[in-house]
């Protein structure tokens, strides 16, 4: 199968949820069921490398879930695979048809496993279909850096990427809930891809990002500022933001509530949840010939009551 992968590395994708199969046998797996629980109301099955290996779909590498398909010399392969690999069978080409792996799903059924979330936390132990939907939706599971100069690809929990955004991407660092920024840019006309550096405030025990980008809308070359929350949507629902911006006698004024750094900020600016700014109008703030920004954007952070 060595052979196989690369030629199968652009059909891996992330694992869809799958709710378990219903009212399917149990097959009872003796040997290694006897570890104790981390969770007293669940028995742990401690699963052998061996079996983890014949739940891996052998193109896209996660676990396979039903239906899995078989070819007639006993090959499995994921249901979301099969399509991609035009009826044949990645290890040894022969015709796939359709047969299923009735035996290998029922082993399945029967084993609990540890969330891979573990180490960050989660010690839950979960039924082999429910592990999936439950990693989907897993408080532990580690956060995406914030920063969005860069792709940046580093994970982990709050207080980790919090070192790493004062280490690694040297942000503005900030203690309390209010903030009066400027932000200048000497050619505003270069909209695409003006990205102000990241703003990090500390406040109320938690952590909240600062985000100033110029983009697109439409036709129409626009400003935005928004904030998220570095935690779950559920915790970041207790806050609120506002943010004001004006000049020559005029202001606009944004209230919201942060965005969990769950969504992604292109997710974030993409669905306009910010204080949205039309260049020209950014221009007449800014005062002078107009040639140059020159804004100044203040905001406070409160929890709800």
């Not at 897993?138 to 690809?153: D, I, K, L, Q, R």
Request: proline share 6%.
């Amino acid at each position: 199968m060595a052979s196989g992968k690369p030629f199968f590395d652009d059909l891996r994708s992330k694992p869809e949820v799958i709710d378990p199969p219903q009212s399917e046998d149990v097959v009872e797996i003796d040997g290694n069921v006897n570890e104790p629980s981390q969770m007293a109301s669940k028995p742990n099955v401690v699963v052998s490398s061996s079996v983890r290996e014949l739940l891996e779909c052998p193109v896209c590498l996660n676990a396979m879930y039903p239906p899995i398909h078989q070819c007639s010399n006993g090959h499995t392969l994921c249901s979301g695979c099969k399509p991609r690999v035009h009826n044949r069978c990645p290890t040894c080409r022969h015709e796939l048809g359709n047969i299923r792996c009735l035996a290998l799903e029922k082993v399945a059924a029967s084993l609990e496993l540890p969330c891979k979330y573990q180490t960050f936390g989660c010690l839950g132990i979960y039924p082999y279909y429910s592990k999936l939907k439950h990693e989907s939706h897993c408080a532990y599971a580690p956060y995406n850096c914030p920063y969005a100069g860069s792709e940046c690809t580093v994970i982990g929990d709050i207080p980790f990427l919090v070192a790493h955004l004062k280490d690694d991407h040297k942000v503005d660092m900030h203690n309390g809930s209010t903030f009066n920024h400027r932000y200048v840019k000497s050619n505003p006309h270069e909209v695409e891809n003006a990205t102000w550096m990241l703003t990090v405030f500390s406040c109320f025990g938690q952590y909240f990002c600062l985000h100033f980008e110029a983009f697109q809308l439409g036709m129409a070359p626009v400003y935005i500022a928004f904030l998220r929350f570095m935690g779950d949507d559920n915790e970041a629902k207790n806050y609120s933001y506002s943010l004001e911006v004006g000049g020559n006698g005029r202001k606009m004024i944004w209230q919201g509530v942060p965005r969990s750094i769950r969504d992604s900020h292109r997710k974030v600016r993409d669905s306009f949840d910010g204080l949205i700014i039309q260049r020209n109008m950014a221009l007449f703030f800014s005062g002078g010939d107009r040639k140059e920004l020159k804004l100044r954007v203040t905001g406070r952070i409160w929890k709800e009551q």
